[in-house]
C-alpha cells in the first residue's frame, strides 16, 4: 500500500467506526398507533361495538405492531349517567397491561349544568383518572391531579414519543403547563390530542366558544402551543363528524398534521370504524388507514385513507469531544 493509499484507509476507517452517529428510525420497523374517535354512542347504545374494537386492537397488536392508542374523547355520551362509564370501563379494561393509551375528556364528558357543559369531569375522573394510570411505567403525569390534561410517553423504532392530551377548549393556563411539557422533552415527538381542534375544513375558530366555557379554539390552540414547539409534529382530534386533515408549518418551518377523525354520525353510532396510523421509518411516510372491526373492512375512498410524510431519520449525532489529554504532572 502506498502512503496516499494508506493514509485515505486510515481516514476512512476513522469515518466508519465512530460509533456515535446514529439514526432514530434505524430498526426500520414498521409500527402502528391507534386513534379511537368518539365512542360516546357505543357507551351509551352499541357497548358491544366498543368492546369489538379494543378487542381488535388486543388480537392486532403484534400484526399491526401497535405501540400506542390514542382516545380522541367524548368516550360517554352523558356524562352523569354512571353506566356509560361503566361501559367505557369494561371496553377500555381489555387494554389494560397489553398497550399504554391515553384518555381525553370531550364536551359530552363534562356534567351539563344550567344548559350546557361544565368543566365538571368528576365521572371521567373516577373511571378514567390519575389513579388508573399513575403505576404505569409510560404515565407522565397530569394537570390539577385531575386526568382532564395528561402526557404519557412510547417508544417505537428507536424514535421517542410524547402524546400530551389537553382538555375540551383549553384553558390558557393548560396551554402553558403543556408548553413547559414540550420544552422539558426536546428529544421526544409530541402528538398533541384534544376533543375540538379541526373542522371539516380548518381550524375552528369559534364553534368551541359556543359552549360557553372560557378557553381557546383550535385556531387560539395552534397560535399559542402548537406552532410554538418545534417538537410537536401531529394534531389529531375529533368531535366533528367527518375525516379531514391539513398539514400546516410552524414557527421553527416544520411540517405539522392536524387530523380530524370522527365517525359518530354513521349506521349503529359509529360502526365501530377506528384509524390506524402506519408509521414506515424506512420510508419516512405516515400512512393513515380506516378500519371496522364491526364491518370487517376498509373505508379506502376520499379523506379516509391517506399518506404523510414525516422525517423519521434525525440528523446525526455529533460524535464525543475527545477527553483532554491529562495534564503532565
Ligand atoms: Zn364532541
Given at each position: 500500500?502506498?502512503?496516499?493509499?494508506?493514509?485515505?484507509?486510515?481516514?476512512?476507517?476513522?469515518?466508519?467506526?465512530?460509533?456515535?452517529?446514529?439514526?432514530a428510525?434505524?430498526?426500520?420497523?414498521?409500527f402502528?398507533?391507534?386513534?379511537?374517535p368518539d365512542?360516546?354512542?357505543?357507551?351509551e347504545?352499541?357497548?358491544?361495538?366498543?368492546?369489538?374494537?379494543?378487542?381488535?386492537?388486543?388480537?392486532?397488536?403484534?400484526t399491526?405492531?401497535?405501540?400506542?392508542?390514542?382516545?380522541l374523547?367524548d368516550?360517554?355520551?352523558?356524562?352523569a349517567?354512571?353506566e356509560?362509564?361503566?361501559?367505557a370501563?369494561?371496553?377500555?379494561?381489555?387494554?389494560?397491561?397489553i398497550?399504554?393509551y391515553?384518555m381525553?375528556?370531550?364536551?359530552?364528558?363534562q356534567?351539563?349544568?344550567?344548559?350546557?357543559?361544565?368543566?365538571?369531569?368528576?365521572?371521567y375522573?373516577k373511571?378514567f383518572?390519575?389513579?388508573?394510570?399513575?403505576?404505569e411505567?409510560?404515565?407522565?403525569?397530569?394537570?390539577e391531579?385531575?386526568?382532564?390534561?395528561?402526557y404519557?410517553?412510547?417508544?417505537?423504532?428507536?424514535?421517542?414519543f410524547?402524546?400530551?392530551?389537553?382538555?375540551?377548549?383549553p384553558?390558557?393556563?393548560?396551554?402553558?403547563?403543556?408548553?413547559?411539557v414540550?420544552?422539558?422533552h426536546?428529544d421526544?415527538?409530541?402528538?398533541?390530542?384534544?376533543?375540538?381542534?379541526?373542522?371539516?375544513?380548518?381550524?375552528?375558530?369559534g364553534?368551541?366558544?359556543?359552549?360557553?366555557?372560557?378557553?381557546?379554539?383550535?385556531?387560539?390552540?395552534?397560535?399559542k402551543?402548537?406552532?410554538?414547539?418545534p417538537?410537536?409534529?401531529?394534531?389529531v382530534?375529533?368531535?366533528?363528524?367527518?375525516s379531514?386533515?391539513?398539514?400546516?408549518?410552524n414557527?421553527?418551518?416544520?411540517?405539522?398534521?392536524?387530523?380530524?377523525?370522527?365517525?359518530?354520525n354513521?349506521?349503529?353510532?359509529?360502526?365501530?370504524?377506528?384509524?390506524v396510523?402506519?408509521?414506515?421509518?424506512?420510508?419516512?411516510?405516515?400512512?393513515?388507514?380506516?378500519y371496522?372491526?364491526v364491518?370487517?373492512?376498509?373505508?379506502?375512498?376520499?379523506?379516509?385513507?391517506?399518506?404523510?410524510?414525516?422525517?423519521?431519520?434525525?440528523?446525526p449525532v455529533?460524535?464525543?469531544?475527545e477527553?483532554?489529554?491529562?495534564?503532565?504532572?
Open positions: 500500500m502506498t502512503r496516499p493509499a494508506l493514509l485515505l484507509a486510515l481516514m476512512l476507517s476513522c469515518v466508519v467506526t465512530v460509533p456515535s452517529i446514529l439514526f428510525g434505524e430498526t426500520d420497523e414498521s402502528s398507533i391507534v386513534l379511537l365512542t360516546q354512542n357505543y357507551s347504545k352499541f357497548p358491544d361495538t366498543y368492546t369489538q374494537q379494543t378487542v381488535w386492537i388486543r388480537q392486532n397488536k403484534e399491526e405492531n401497535i405501540k400506542f392508542v390514542i382516545h374523547g368516550v360517554v355520551q352523558t356524562a349517567v354512571e356509560q362509564w361503566v361501559n370501563h369494561k371496553s377500555m379494561r381489555l387494554l389494560d397491561g398497550l399504554p391515553s381525553v375528556p370531550g364536551n359530552h364528558d356534567v351539563n349544568e344550567g344548559g350546557g357543559p361544565t368543566r365538571n369531569t368528576t365521572l375522573n373511571y383518572g390519575p389513579d388508573r394510570f399513575e403505576l411505567s409510560w404515565y407522565g403525569g397530569n394537570f391531579d385531575k386526568n382532564d390534561n395528561n404519557v410517553f412510547f417508544e417505537a423504532a428507536g424514535i421517542k410524547m402524546v400530551i392530551s389537553l382538555e375540551f377548549c384553558r390558557n393556563e393548560v396551554l402553558r403547563w403543556a408548553g413547559n414540550a420544552k422539558k426536546p421526544h415527538q409530541v402528538i398533541m390530542a384534544t376533543h375540538s381542534y379541526l373542522r371539516s375544513d380548518g381550524r375552528d375558530t364553534n368551541v366558544k359556543s359552549y360557553g366555557l372560557s378557553g381557546n379554539t383550535g385556531e387560539e390552540l395552534w397560535e402551543f402548537v406552532s410554538k414547539h417538537n410537536v409534529f401531529m394534531v382530534c375529533g368531535h366533528i363528524g367527518a379531514y386533515n391539513q398539514t400546516s408549518t414557527e421553527a418551518g416544520k411540517p405539522v398534521h392536524e387530523i380530524l377523525v370522527d365517525y359518530q354513521l349506521e349503529n353510532g359509529g360502526d365501530g370504524w377506528l384509524r396510523l402506519e408509521f414506515t421509518p424506512s420510508e419516512n411516510k405516515v400512512r393513515a388507514k380506516t371496522s372491526p364491518v370487517n373492512d376498509f373505508k379506502t375512498e376520499g379523506a379516509h385513507q391517506y399518506e404523510l410524510d414525516f422525517e423519521m431519520t434525525r440528523a455529533a460524535p464525543e469531544k477527553a483532554a489529554a491529562p495534564a503532565i504532572p
